[in-house]
């Protein structure tokens, strides 16, 4: 057995998602002979947002097979986005082979210096005896916070004969969680004596929200969500009041105001969270499983929330509180993104959502705020544009039975033409509805609000029937809500392509602007 084999062996993953490259013949060879599932997409940047958005729609990692050099370094923004959402992935870069690393050899970089601050774990393989350390990557990869591992395989080793008995028999690294659930009285009397307690369920808190959520209900404790801990929670509880931030629920906003105790689960109290304010009077505890915490927090325990949330079950004897806080009505739009959104969120409940960076996706987030029930994908922690339609992918191969629709505008749409080669290829069903204000919008919007004028954001592009013709998508052009039934019934066939013409000025509405210095 060649050292890719065993890599792969030991990684034990049951989806790849792979580029070609000269330095990964051996990884992609053998995976063809192991009959691994694979998915290659002809663009690492591209293959790596649907190995993330396989993991966000299954909860499994999955493999991501680049090559040394423009391979490797195309696959870092999808590793820092999956790194930001707290995403689990295995990057394997076929790198040079040893003898040739520091000679400036063609393609030769530091992958190292790369990947290693936005990777949870590096491994680097000098030697065949380190492929056994790949046996403690997965479980790394999934230990709370997840993250993306990266794996640096040189050619050499790759293609080196090893003994697999003895890999599979190496002892593998130990991993252990710092855990300190210190404190854990004192929370549970500072919340015993609070009027107004408020439970902020972060993206942290994802695997534990069904325990922390009966909590709530049962003791009627209002809970708000952080967007990315929205996005990754399907079924709210009753006593939900939506996510707070900047396009958050007016509700989760004002109770973060009102609340004079505040259980932060997994969630980092950032800027954006807490763009309206969190009283500030109230006790706040925050429970995170690594640094840095907020200053804002009073209280701090380092530990999962798995292991947190269970604790406070067992010990906390307080009957249930006055639910202080209700749901309040949100605003509705007659916007024509606004009425299209609603409406494709209404027929797909229950489904997954892919969005992208821009004004389709704010325009999205408002409407999501009247009834959508579902797994959304969003790239919150880096913003990154052209995620959406990769992510769908990912999605869908994780789960088939289910209704994946993916949002963009047309920026984010022409970004990805090696995602869309890859459903033309497949032929998945899944809807991509692009919303083409022929701009980068979300930009335009500020450069006239900030400057008074537009500079480098036109892009004119009138082509997408065409090119769903090309990648032979179903094309339906969406003028009313109607078409949108249309769009998603032409699923039976196949992918389909949804073109929704949006007026420049048909832009969100703009809450609060970030990032403002403070002005005496």
């Known amino acids: ?134 046996r403690s990557l997965i479980k790394e990869a999934l230990k709370p916070p997840s993250k993306p591992v990266f794996v640096e395989f040189p050619l050499d080793i790759q293609e080196e004969s090893v003994d697999y008995s003895s890999l599979e028999g190496a002892k593998p690294t ?109 006790v706040v505890v925050q429970v995170l499983v690594e640094e840095p915490f907020s200053s804002k927090a009073h209280l701090k325990l380092k530990c999962t929330c798995e292991e947190f949330t269970s604790a406070l079950v067992e010990t906390y004897s307080g009957g249930a509180k006055e639910l202080w806080a209700k749901r309040a009505e949100e605003p509705t739009y007659t916007s024509k993104s606004f009425r299209i959104l609603k409406r494709l969120f209404d027929l797909s409940v229950g489904g997954v959502l892919s969005l992208d960076m821009g004004d389709s996706s704010m325009w999205a987030l408002e409407a999501c705020k009247h009834g959508w029930r579902g797994l959304m994908l969003y790239p919150g922690g880096l913003a990154t544009m052209g995620f959406s339609i990769p992510a769908a992918l ?37 809807a991509v509805f692009v919303f083409n204000n022929r701009s980068y919008g979300m930009v335009q919007g500020k450069q006239i609000r900030d400057y008074g004028a537009t500079a480098d954001v036109e892009l004119g592009f009138e082509g997408f029937k065409e090119l769903s013709e090309a990648l032979k998508m179903s094309y339906v052009k969406v003028e009313e809500e109607v078409d949108v039934d249309k769009a998603l019934r032409a699923l039976e066939a196949g992918p389909v392509l949804a073109e929704v013409d949006v007026e420049i000025g048909d832009r969100p509405p703009t809450p609060k602007r970030l990032f403002q210095a403070e002005r005496s």
């Open 1 to 134: 057995m060649i050292g890719a084999e065993a890599l792969l062996h030991l990684l034990n993953l049951d989806t790849y998602f792979t580029t070609p490259g000269r330095f990964t013949i051996p990884l992609n060879v053998s995976l063809r002979r192991m009959r691994c599932r694979t998915i290659m997409i002809p663009d690492e940047r591209a293959a790596g947002h649907a190995a993330d958005g396989y993991a966000r729609a299954s909860g499994k990692p999955a493999g991501l097979v680049v090559s040394a050099g423009p391979g490797a370094l195309n696959s870092a923004l999808p590793a820092a986005t999956a790194f930001r959402d707290y995403t689990p992935m295995v990057v394997v870069a076929g790198d040079l082979p040893t003898y040739s690393k520091g000679s400036l050899a063609v393609e030769e970089v530091d992958l190292e210096g790369v990947f290693k601050p936005i990777c949870k774990s590096y491994l680097k393989i000098r030697e065949a005896s380190d492929v056994a350390l790949a």
């Open 174 to 282: 130990s991993i252990s969680a710092p855990s300190s659930l210190e404190g854990l009285s004192e929370v549970v009397k500072l919340l015993e004596s609070s009027k107004r307690p408020l439970i902020l369920v972060g993206g942290g808190c994802a695997h534990s929200h069904s325990i922390i959520a009966e909590f709530s209900v049962k003791h009627r404790i209002p809970l708000v969500y952080t967007l990315m801990g929205w996005c990754r929670v399907e079924s709210k509880p009753p006593t939900s009041l939506g996510f707070c931030g900047v396009r958050g629920f007016k509700s989760a906003n004002e109770a973060l105001l009102k609340c004079d105790f505040l259980l932060a689960l997994g969630a980092r109290l950032s800027e954006a969270t807490l763009a309206y304010g969190l009283n500030s009077r109230a």
């Open 394 to 430: 990912g999605a869908k191969l994780a789960d088939p039975s289910r209704t994946v629709v993916a949002v963009t505008g047309d920026g984010g749409a022409i970004m990805n033409l090696p995602a869309l080669h890859a459903i033309s290829r497949l032929k998945p069903s899944i």
